[in-house]
């Protein structure tokens, strides 16, 4: 579950790539196989005319938490990051990122359409 928009999906796989065995059962048996650069949460693709995966999320590798990919909730630059962390952290980040991510960064934590962090 995303920790900013509660965002829930079922998933077939946390790792950085579906197996080969679900991939021809699906009908991706070229041989051709998408490796993430991070353990994610993931499922074959419905929609795609040869199987791949589909990214519904990860953890932020600051905090942990869960959040999807939505371009709001969070952002992959060389790790993934929480909208929070990233925008805790934005001086971090090279100027280009920050603008490729704008409903990132330029909203206020207080702007942000997030649910407050439960205490764990």
């Known amino acids: 579950k995303c920790s900013i928009c509660q965002f ?8 950085r790539s579906l197996p080969s065995d679900q991939l021809r059962a699906a009908g991706g048996g070229d041989g051709s196989r ?11 693709d419905p929609n795609a005319v040869r199987q791949r995966p589909l990214f519904l999320g990860a953890h932020c590798s ?12 969070s952002l992959f630059y060389a790790k993934r990051f929480c909208a929070r962390c990233a925008r805790d952290n934005v001086k971090a980040f090279p100027d280009q990122c920050v603008k490729l991510a704008p409903k990132i960064f330029a909203q206020q934590p207080s702007e942000a359409v997030e649910q407050p962090r439960q205490q764990q």
């Open 8 to 15: 829930s999906a079922p998933y077939t796989v946390f790792g």
């Open 34 to 44: 998408v490796v993430f650069l991070e353990d994610s949460y993931l499922l074959p």
């Open 62 to 73: 600051l905090c942990g938490d869960s959040v999807c990919g939505g371009e709001a909730c």
